[in-house]
């Protein structure tokens, strides 16, 4: 297995992960290094662990055993406050699409002036600049998301993790969410999202994290790992096969 | 003898003219409930927030109970305000029996479980619904509170509009602490169980038209307002 | 959004305002419902109010209920009609002293029907005696009020245990008058009533006097100042200005020019 190591910029380590319910391993991480300059994807069928994992990073879920580290220090609120991420389904608050985007810039301490124009700026960025005043709960599904994902960016974080952020989106809206991603990629955000489409993943990933059964058992540049995988398991599923 | 429509009628009459007495019994029993309703929400929702979002040992059974306070029975909770307010009672000094405030205090007592236990249901399922992207933009549990009370606001109206409700339309607890004093503390159901106990039951009825009507009107103003707020949020758009 | 938490505010303040201004002399007499829903108050305290400035609040609830008021110093007079737990209040050292003040008298009321056959009569035990027999329905009190202690002393002077037909043709309220009489109203039942409440009633339906004259219906109203030795609190200087109104001629006048359909409803005794 290759490492993803970048000797500058933000890295993320995990360490002895793990999570069992019921007898059963949801999570089996034994180590791993993210921090590539450009998107990683975590690949993996239905009930791999990817969004368990994803949620370990974000520090939502401890795990039973292991450690995640970021920049060599633990996961307390100020490493945290770098992190973002967007959910599968996005939660909008019961204000305006701009209030929602207030509610973060304010609590990020911007006078009213400054957050007008980050607003103004987000709003065009993720092509909503005429929804500013619209209730955010009336936006389709694919607009709110596009909220989420310029919502998670007005924190300014130095990590996005996405989970799914497409599953249940249409095409279009899928193209413009990714345009999305990869804008944000550009100006330096790192990206890590889980997807369970391989397409998404070649459109996308830089580097590729395969999942199964709770573990890593792939890892490395996107190419190299979706064209020709070490592991005989993920043969098998970017071939299309369902893999239990 | 009259029959009971000319009754009513005539009692209708006496109501529409503007009787004074009748408008300050009705302005009494608005001050009472509205103020008891203003402030178990002060206190209702603090208490039905943090049950929601925290988590401490005996949580559930303090759930258990404030539910099943909701149907604390008004005459009951007269008594129990009476005994304390009463001169032989730990409060007497301050001397708040027969008064509007000990009205207002005991309705306060009836409503606060209300306006808490339906606050905890309405944040709750909020909480579940927010939780993971509140923590992930930095908010602590007790940051998340005010957002959840802001954004059930629709139903946390409800709840009070339920406690005010309540409020209006009880008469146990009001005619024991209050007296039903004449100009002190009649209210409107005191009121009509005055009346009824003089037997003059068309006049009982119209008032408790009136009771009904008033009820209404808040109910109707409270759904004006919510509509209003909402036409100003899409007309921004 | 500041604007309307201000004029929120400014609501708030005027709400309380009024229940504040509460101030002014006055003090709270703990009496009957049949003073109360006769009218009697109304027509008699306006004129004490005017020539002293004390405000009289009353409270009108059982007998037994104002009683137990007064002794928890939640009232500075007492004004009943159960002579016997009267002298007793002021025994235990409750009251000061009693004093009478009026009288009327009770009456049998009773559907016109008249199943038990008594109507017309002025023999009120002999009358209870017969509603017994026939096991016509009889509407009580049943709370302990002058009222009710006046009829169960009534049914004891006719050897009758009522407490056996509880539920069954003798049937206990526990509620005022008013409720009491329709009661009543409502099932066709004998009831035994002061003459006030029954005569400025509304709703008597096909109810009628039955029996009345018998000098055992006597029905006397007594007044106390409840003790300041034992409640602190209780303003004894006004609540004895009223006594002394009440019991003094302009009170007894008053008292005695309250009529209701042209009828005198209390009798004024004071000594």
């Given at each position: 297995m290759r490492d993803l190591v970048e000797e500058s910029g933000l890295m993320i380590e995990a360490q002895g992960l793990r999570i069992a319910r019921g007898g059963q391993r949801l999570l089996d991480v034994a180590h791993l290094r993210l921090g590539g300059p450009g998107p990683t994807v975590i690949l993996g069928p239905n009930g791999a662990g990817k969004s368990l994992l994803l949620r370990c990073l974000h520090g939502l879920i401890g795990a039973d055993v292991g450690a995640v580290r970021q920049n060599g220090r633990p996961l307390d609120g100020d490493e945290r406050a770098r992190q973002a991420m967007v959910f599968q389904r996005p939660v909008m608050l019961r204000r305006s699409v701009a209030g929602n985007l207030d509610f973060v810039l304010r609590r990020r301490g911007l006078a009213r002036r400054q957050r007008q124009d980050r607003i103004a700026d987000l709003l065009a960025e993720g092509g909503l600049q005429s929804r500013g005043g619209q209730s955010a709960r009336s936006l389709s599904v694919g607009e709110a998301q596009r909220l989420a994902i310029l919502r998670a960016l007005a924190t300014e974080p130095e990590v996005l993790f996405l989970d799914e952020p497409t599953s249940a989106l249409d095409p279009g809206a899928t193209q413009a969410i990714e345009a999305l991603v990869l804008r944000a990629s550009t100006r330096g955000v790192r990206i890590v999202m889980v997807t369970h489409d391989i397409g998404q993943a070649r459109r996308l990933a830089a580097d590729v994290v395969v999942m199964m059964g709770g573990q890593v058992v792939e890892q490395g540049p996107a190419a190299q790992v979706l064209d020709d995988p070490a592991n005989g398991a993920v043969r098998r599923f970017l071939a299309g096969e369902l893999i239990f | 003898m009259q029959s009971f429509a000319q009754e009513m009628q005539a009692a209708f009459t006496l109501i529409l003219a503007g009787d004074s007495e009748l408008l300050g019994i009705v302005a009494l029993s608005l001050r009472v409930s509205l103020l008891a309703v203003l402030f178990a929400a002060l206190i209702g929702m603090p208490l039905g927030a943090a049950l929601a979002v925290g988590r401490f040992p005996g949580r559930r059974a303090l759930v258990v109970l404030v539910n099943a306070l909701m149907g604390l029975p008004p005459v009951v909770v007269g008594l129990l305000v009476y005994l304390m307010l009463s001169r032989s009672g730990p409060l007497g000094v301050l001397q708040l029996l027969y008064t509007p405030t000990a009205m207002i205090i005991a309705q306060v007592v009836l409503v606060t479980p209300i306006i808490a236990a339906l606050t905890r249901q309405v944040v709750e399922m909020l909480d579940a619904e927010y939780a993971e992207q509140m923590r992930s933009l930095g908010l602590s549990r007790l940051a998340t509170v005010p957002v959840l009370l802001w954004d059930g606001r629709v139903a946390l109206l409800t709840a009070v509009l339920a406690g005010f409700g309540r409020a209006i339309a009880e008469v146990g607890a009001v005619i024991i602490v209050g007296g039903n004093i004449n100009h002190v503390t009649r209210v409107m159901t005191t009121a009509i169980a005055l009346e009824t106990s003089k037997g003059n039951l068309a006049l009982a009825l119209a008032l408790g038209a009136v009771l009904i009507g008033i009820a209404i009107a808040v109910n109707a103003l409270v759904s004006l307002l919510g509509a209003r707020s909402r036409a100003e949020v899409m007309a921004h758009a | 959004m500041i604007g309307s938490v201000f004029r929120m505010g400014a609501l708030v303040l005027g709400l309380m305002a009024g229940s504040l201004a509460q101030a002014g002399d006055f003090i709270v007499v703990q009496s009957t419902t049949s003073t109360q829903n006769s009218g009697l108050l109304d027509h008699i305290l306006p004129a004490f109010e005017a020539e002293t400035g004390i405000e009289v609040r009353v409270v009108a609830v059982g007998t037994g209920q104002a009683i137990r008021n007064a002794a928890n110093g939640d009232g500075d007079v007492l004004l009943v009609h159960a002579k016997a737990a009267e002298e007793k209040f002021v025994a235990e050292g409750w009251g000061v002293e009693r004093f009478d003040v009026m009288y009327n008298d009770f009456v049998l009321v009773g559907p016109a029907s008249d199943p038990a056959g008594v109507r017309g009569g002025s023999d009120i035990v002999a009358a209870l005696s017969a509603i017994a027999g026939a096991e016509a329905p009889f509407a009580s009190?049943?709370?302990?009020s002058g009222t009710h202690k006046a009829e169960l002393r009534h049914w004891a002077s006719a050897g009758i245990d009522v407490s056996a037909a509880s539920g069954g043709w003798y049937r206990e309220t526990g509620s005022g008058m008013g409720a009491t009489l329709n009661l009543a109203a409502g099932m066709g039942a004998y009831a035994l009533s002061d003459r006030a409440t029954w005569i400025a009633f509304g709703n008597k339906g096909d109810l009628v006097v039955a029996v009345e004259g018998d000098a055992r219906l006597f029905n006397q109203y007594g007044v106390i100042l409840v003790n300041p030795a034992k409640h602190?609190?209780?303003?004894a200087e006004a609540g004895q200005r009223f006594i002394d109104w009440l019991t003094g001629d302009e009170g007894q006048a008053a008292i005695a020019g309250y009529t209701l359909d042209g009828q005198q409803l209390f009798f004024p005794n004071a000594k």
């Amino acid at each position: 297995m290759r490492d993803l190591v970048e000797e500058s910029g933000l890295m993320i380590e995990a360490q002895g992960l793990r999570i069992a319910r019921g007898g059963q391993r949801l999570l089996d991480v034994a180590h791993l290094r993210l921090g590539g300059p450009g998107p990683t994807v975590i690949l993996g069928p239905n009930g791999a662990g990817k969004s368990l994992l994803l949620r370990c990073l974000h520090g939502l879920i401890g795990a039973d055993v292991g450690a995640v580290r970021q920049n060599g220090r633990p996961l307390d609120g100020d490493e945290r406050a770098r992190q973002a991420m967007v959910f599968q389904r996005p939660v909008m608050l019961r204000r305006s699409v701009a209030g929602n985007l207030d509610f973060v810039l304010r609590r990020r301490g911007l006078a009213r002036r400054q957050r007008q124009d980050r607003i103004a700026d987000l709003l065009a960025e993720g092509g909503l600049q005429s929804r500013g005043g619209q209730s955010a709960r009336s936006l389709s599904v694919g607009e709110a998301q596009r909220l989420a994902i310029l919502r998670a960016l007005a924190t300014e974080p130095e990590v996005l993790f996405l989970d799914e952020p497409t599953s249940a989106l249409d095409p279009g809206a899928t193209q413009a969410i990714e345009a999305l991603v990869l804008r944000a990629s550009t100006r330096g955000v790192r990206i890590v999202m889980v997807t369970h489409d391989i397409g998404q993943a070649r459109r996308l990933a830089a580097d590729v994290v395969v999942m199964m059964g709770g573990q890593v058992v792939e890892q490395g540049p996107a190419a190299q790992v979706l064209d020709d995988p070490a592991n005989g398991a993920v043969r098998r599923f970017l071939a299309g096969e369902l893999i239990f | 003898m009259q029959s009971f429509a000319q009754e009513m009628q005539a009692a209708f009459t006496l109501i529409l003219a503007g009787d004074s007495e009748l408008l300050g019994i009705v302005a009494l029993s608005l001050r009472v409930s509205l103020l008891a309703v203003l402030f178990a929400a002060l206190i209702g929702m603090p208490l039905g927030a943090a049950l929601a979002v925290g988590r401490f040992p005996g949580r559930r059974a303090l759930v258990v109970l404030v539910n099943a306070l909701m149907g604390l029975p008004p005459v009951v909770v007269g008594l129990l305000v009476y005994l304390m307010l009463s001169r032989s009672g730990p409060l007497g000094v301050l001397q708040l029996l027969y008064t509007p405030t000990a009205m207002i205090i005991a309705q306060v007592v009836l409503v606060t479980p209300i306006i808490a236990a339906l606050t905890r249901q309405v944040v709750e399922m909020l909480d579940a619904e927010y939780a993971e992207q509140m923590r992930s933009l930095g908010l602590s549990r007790l940051a998340t509170v005010p957002v959840l009370l802001w954004d059930g606001r629709v139903a946390l109206l409800t709840a009070v509009l339920a406690g005010f409700g309540r409020a209006i339309a009880e008469v146990g607890a009001v005619i024991i602490v209050g007296g039903n004093i004449n100009h002190v503390t009649r209210v409107m159901t005191t009121a009509i169980a005055l009346e009824t106990s003089k037997g003059n039951l068309a006049l009982a009825l119209a008032l408790g038209a009136v009771l009904i009507g008033i009820a209404i009107a808040v109910n109707a103003l409270v759904s004006l307002l919510g509509a209003r707020s909402r036409a100003e949020v899409m007309a921004h758009a | 959004m500041i604007g309307s938490v201000f004029r929120m505010g400014a609501l708030v303040l005027g709400l309380m305002a009024g229940s504040l201004a509460q101030a002014g002399d006055f003090i709270v007499v703990q009496s009957t419902t049949s003073t109360q829903n006769s009218g009697l108050l109304d027509h008699i305290l306006p004129a004490f109010e005017a020539e002293t400035g004390i405000e009289v609040r009353v409270v009108a609830v059982g007998t037994g209920q104002a009683i137990r008021n007064a002794a928890n110093g939640d009232g500075d007079v007492l004004l009943v009609h159960a002579k016997a737990a009267e002298e007793k209040f002021v025994a235990e050292g409750w009251g000061v002293e009693r004093f009478d003040v009026m009288y009327n008298d009770f009456v049998l009321v009773g559907p016109a029907s008249d199943p038990a056959g008594v109507r017309g009569g002025s023999d009120i035990v002999a009358a209870l005696s017969a509603i017994a027999g026939a096991e016509a329905p009889f509407a009580s009190r049943g709370d302990d009020s002058g009222t009710h202690k006046a009829e169960l002393r009534h049914w004891a002077s006719a050897g009758i245990d009522v407490s056996a037909a509880s539920g069954g043709w003798y049937r206990e309220t526990g509620s005022g008058m008013g409720a009491t009489l329709n009661l009543a109203a409502g099932m066709g039942a004998y009831a035994l009533s002061d003459r006030a409440t029954w005569i400025a009633f509304g709703n008597k339906g096909d109810l009628v006097v039955a029996v009345e004259g018998d000098a055992r219906l006597f029905n006397q109203y007594g007044v106390i100042l409840v003790n300041p030795a034992k409640h602190p609190g209780v303003k004894a200087e006004a609540g004895q200005r009223f006594i002394d109104w009440l019991t003094g001629d302009e009170g007894q006048a008053a008292i005695a020019g309250y009529t209701l359909d042209g009828q005198q409803l209390f009798f004024p005794n004071a000594k």
